[in-house]
């Protein structure tokens, strides 16, 4: 068994067995995307050297450094890494449930469904307080999620079919989207549509506040189902052969999908294709084990929307590019490459 | 105590029933090969008998208890099944295949324990595989992909294993091989086999039981020189057929009489399919 870490402590209490490449690739992802966080903070219309900018992480900066860093840069850069790695983990869970590599939350509107619960709930309740949007957000996606189930999975669809039918959920859910913003009052349609493009312009330290716990804890609950969801990706009667309680599994986790879709929409709106691509990133180099796939496309879905938001900031200064538009611009092709090699499944 | 016992048993899709009020007992420590026409309800039986089907009516039987009311995984650590055609996900290796094979015996704090690795370790030499185990299932040829799902088996460590065609889409050496490896797992651990066959020849080579599956029911089973006869082969097939040995083996062996190739009926004996076949001729050249 090389290539793995066996740990077996507390004599018969516990065992694991751990793939050592996965470990490094994570920990190098890791230390990427706190690399670019750090180059992202300096960035801007006032430049900050990386070295300031740690001594600012640590506490150590000046006053007018530590203003700019802390209070107007970092929150961006913090929920940038939350949605991230809320949508790569939704992305990993979805393909790896559906056995569909075409599968994300944003293709088959799932994502569509929270932006509705999301804009209606904007526009309706607008003095509930904002705390209230991603569980809101995490209802619509569930919506959606359980039509889509009853519509397509019943039977084993064919990946296209479920797609097909993903995208019809998408258009449906954005001609409400667009029905709303219209009978809205003007004040509030602005502000709707640019949250609708997959932007994280002007967030601020309560909107990370906000996100930290749904994604930390829902990732968390979806790790600890890492064996789960390992099995399902062999098809349900090696699962049911081997004595896991496929349906009972797909459910929750499909919830937990649904959660990390609400939580990543609430605040960043649709930010296409990135619940795509990381974890078939995450797949292409460390393989589809989802206990090591889960947390490496959490770190390289945050490191994506890092990269996409500095350019989205940089490239068209002093105009602020939604990180969604960017985002589209390298996950849209990606997505009819794989719609290509699948074509004859 | 038999491993596996159906009572009563009423299958079915819908409102067709595949199989209906059927009492079967699959023998401990033997090899048992399904046999059937296309559709006639084998593998439906195989799978139930694995509780991955539901049955309408009746019970299946695990060493003489109820399967529908034990716990899945207890059930799993007894019995294991190899579905027809599984799909691995890609860059799935070999090893993280078989590795899977534990699940029963794994929780969340113990996901590697010394007995896993041992399993593990010996369903790979079982099959051959050790050098290939971190080669990407994906990649392999059709043979040791099917020896990779046979090793996930394995490793579950059950005393019955089901097999739903295990040799389908291989050539003849890859089916003669996982068949070999399929024996000498009998053999030497005594484990139960049960499997869907459709070559005939080798169902009768490799089963200590036959059971032909038609008509809803079972047609006839037992030790393959007693049950193997023209007669069956006409009813479960609706084919012609002469049975002479294998002259290797001594086992039952069927040749089909073929209902377009004409003139060979002329040596292969005087069966009433002789006349027929003669009278097809007769009214081609009229």
Same mark, same amino acid.
């Given at each position: 068994?090389?290539?793995?870490?066996?740990?077996?402590?507390?004599?018969?209490?516990?065992? !694991?067995?751990?793939?050592?490449?996965?470990?490094?690739?994570?920990?190098?992802?890791?230390?990427?995307?706190?690399?670019?966080?750090?180059?992202?903070?300096?960035?801007?219309?006032?430049?900050?050297?990386?070295?300031?900018?740690?001594?600012?992480?640590?506490?150590?900066?000046?006053? #007018?450094?530590?203003?700019?860093? #802390?209070?107007?840069?970092?929150?961006?850069?913090?929920?940038?890494?939350?949605?991230?790695?809320?949508?790569?983990?939704?992305?990993?869970?979805?393909?790896?449930?559906?056995?569909?590599?075409?599968?994300?939350?944003?293709?088959?509107?799932?994502? /569509?469904?929270?932006?509705?619960?999301?804009?209606?709930?904007?526009?309706? !309740?607008?003095?509930?307080?904002?705390?209230?949007?991603?569980?809101?957000?995490?209802? /619509?996606?569930?919506?959606?999620?359980?039509?889509?189930?009853?519509?397509?999975?019943?039977?084993?669809?064919?990946?296209?079919?479920?797609?097909?039918?993903?995208?019809?959920?998408?258009?449906?859910?954005?001609?409400?989207?667009?029905?709303?913003?219209?009978?809205?009052? !003007?004040?509030? #349609?602005?502000?709707?549509?640019?949250?609708?493009? /997959?932007?994280?312009?002007?967030?601020?330290?309560?909107?990370?506040?906000?996100?930290?716990?749904?994604?930390?804890?829902?990732?968390?609950?979806?790790?600890?189902?890492?064996?789960?969801?390992?099995? #399902?990706?062999?098809?349900?009667?090696?699962?049911?052969?081997?004595?896991?309680?496929?349906?009972?599994?797909?459910?929750?986790?499909?919830?937990?999908?649904?959660?990390?879709?609400?939580?990543?929409?609430?605040?960043?709106?649709?930010?296409?294709?990135?619940?795509?691509?990381?974890?078939?990133?995450?797949?292409?180099?460390?393989?589809?084990?989802?206990?090591?796939?889960?947390?490496?496309?959490?770190?390289?879905?945050?490191?994506?929307?890092?990269?996409?938001?500095?350019?989205?900031?940089?490239?068209?200064?002093?105009?602020?590019?939604?990180?969604?538009?960017?985002?589209?611009?390298?996950?849209?092709?990606?997505?009819?490459?794989?719609?290509?090699?699948?074509?004859?499944? | 105590?038999?491993?596996?016992?159906?009572?009563?048993?009423?299958?079915?899709?819908?409102?067709?029933?595949?199989?209906?009020?059927?009492?079967?007992?699959?023998?401990?420590?033997?090899?048992?090969?399904?046999?059937?026409?296309? @559709?006639?309800?084998?593998?439906?039986?195989?799978?139930?008998?694995?509780?991955?089907?539901?049955?309408?009516?009746?019970?299946?039987?695990?060493?003489?208890?109820?399967?529908?009311?034990?716990?899945?995984?207890?059930?799993?650590?007894?019995?294991?099944?190899?579905?027809?055609?599984?799909?691995?996900?890609?860059?799935?290796? *070999?090893?993280?295949?078989?590795?899977?094979?534990?699940?029963?015996?794994?929780?969340?704090?113990?996901?590697?324990?010394?007995?896993?690795?041992?399993?593990?370790?010996?369903?790979?030499?079982?099959?051959?595989?050790?050098?290939?185990?971190?080669?990407?299932?994906?990649?392999?040829?059709?043979?040791?992909?099917?020896?990779?799902?046979?090793?996930?088996?394995?490793?579950?460590?059950? =005393?019955? +294993?089901?097999?739903?065609?295990?040799?389908?889409?291989?050539? %003849?050496?890859?089916? +003669?091989? +996982?068949?070999?490896?399929?024996?000498?797992?009998?053999?030497?651990?005594?484990?139960?086999?049960? %499997?869907?066959?459709?070559?005939?020849?080798?169902?009768?080579?490799?089963?200590?039981?036959?059971?032909?599956?038609?008509?809803?029911? *079972?047609?006839? =089973?037992?030790?393959?020189?007693? *049950?193997?006869?023209?007669?069956?082969?006409?009813?479960?097939?609706?084919?012609?057929?002469? +049975?002479?040995?294998?002259?290797?083996?001594?086992?039952?062996?069927?040749?089909?009489?073929?209902?377009?190739?004409? @003139?060979? @009926?002329?040596?292969?004996?005087?069966?009433?399919?002789?006349?027929?076949?003669?009278?097809?001729?007769?009214? *081609?050249?009229?």
């Amino acid at each position: 068994m090389k290539g793995y870490l066996t740990l077996r402590p507390g004599k018969r209490l516990s065992s !694991f067995h751990l793939h050592r490449k996965s470990i490094w690739v994570t920990v190098a992802a890791a230390i990427a995307t706190l690399a670019v966080a750090v180059i992202s903070l300096g960035m801007g219309e006032m430049k900050v050297s990386p070295l300031d900018v740690l001594k600012v992480l640590i506490g150590m900066g000046d006053e #007018q450094n530590t203003l700019l860093v #802390q209070q107007f840069r970092m929150p961006r850069v913090v929920v940038g890494m939350l949605v991230g790695a809320s949508l790569a983990g939704a992305g990993a869970i979805m393909q790896g449930v559906v056995r569909n590599p075409l599968a994300a939350p944003d293709i088959l509107g799932v994502s /569509g469904g929270a932006s509705v619960a999301a804009v209606a709930f904007l526009l309706f !309740f607008e003095t509930v307080s904002i705390k209230w949007l991603p569980p809101v957000a995490f209802l /619509g996606a569930t919506l959606i999620m359980f039509l889509l189930y009853a519509l397509a999975w019943k039977k084993g669809v064919t990946p296209l079919r479920l797609v097909l039918i993903g995208v019809g959920i998408k258009i449906a859910a954005s001609a409400v989207v667009t029905m709303l913003i219209m009978f809205s009052p !003007f004040l509030l #349609q602005n502000k709707a549509i640019l949250w609708l493009t /997959g932007s994280i312009y002007g967030v601020s330290w309560a909107d990370a506040r906000m996100i930290l716990p749904w994604t930390i804890g829902l990732l968390l609950l979806a790790a600890l189902m890492a064996r789960r969801v390992n099995i #399902q990706q062999l098809g349900d009667d090696i699962s049911m052969s081997v004595g896991s309680t496929v349906q009972r599994d797909r459910f929750f986790l499909l919830l937990i999908c649904a959660a990390l879709t609400g939580t990543a929409v609430s605040v960043g709106g649709e930010i296409g294709f990135v619940a795509l691509l990381a974890p078939h990133i995450a797949k292409q180099l460390i393989g589809p084990s989802f206990g090591s796939a889960l947390p490496l496309s959490a770190f390289i879905g945050a490191l994506i929307v890092l990269i996409a938001d500095l350019i989205a900031r940089m490239a068209f200064t002093p105009i602020d590019v939604p990180v969604g538009v960017f985002t589209s611009a390298v996950g849209a092709p990606f997505f009819i490459y794989l719609l290509y090699r699948n074509r004859n499944r | 105590m038999h491993a596996l016992e159906t009572r009563q048993l009423t299958l079915s899709y819908g409102e067709r029933n595949i199989i209906e009020s059927l009492d079967l007992t699959i023998p401990r420590g033997k090899i048992t090969v399904f046999i059937g026409s296309n @559709g006639c309800g084998k593998s439906t039986l195989l799978r139930s008998l694995a509780r991955l089907l539901k049955p309408k009516e009746g019970a299946i039987l695990l060493d003489g208890e109820a399967i529908a009311k034990r716990p899945t995984k207890e059930v799993a650590k007894r019995l294991a099944i190899l579905p027809q055609g599984p799909v691995a996900p890609e860059g799935l290796t *070999v090893l993280q295949l078989v590795k899977q094979g534990r699940y029963p015996h794994q929780s969340w704090l113990q996901q590697w324990s010394e007995e896993d690795e041992k399993m593990v370790v010996k369903a790979l030499e079982a099959t051959q595989l050790t050098a290939l185990a971190d080669r990407a299932v994906d990649s392999l040829s059709g043979g040791q992909r099917q020896r990779a799902w046979i090793a996930m088996t394995l490793a579950q460590g059950t =005393e019955t +294993i089901l097999l739903d065609e295990p040799t389908t889409y291989l050539d %003849m050496s890859h089916q +003669i091989e +996982i068949l070999d490896l399929l024996y000498d797992l009998n053999q030497t651990e005594q484990r139960t086999i049960v %499997m869907v066959l459709h070559d005939l020849n080798l169902a009768c080579r490799y089963a200590h039981h036959i059971v032909a599956v038609h008509n809803q029911s *079972v047609f006839a =089973e037992g030790n393959p020189h007693d *049950v193997m006869n023209e007669e069956l082969v006409r009813h479960v097939f609706q084919m012609e057929c002469q +049975i002479t040995r294998d002259p290797i083996y001594d086992t039952p062996m069927c040749i089909p009489f073929s209902k377009s190739r004409l @003139g060979a @009926g002329a040596t292969a004996g005087s069966s009433g399919a002789n006349a027929e076949k003669e009278e097809q001729k007769i009214a *081609v050249h009229a």
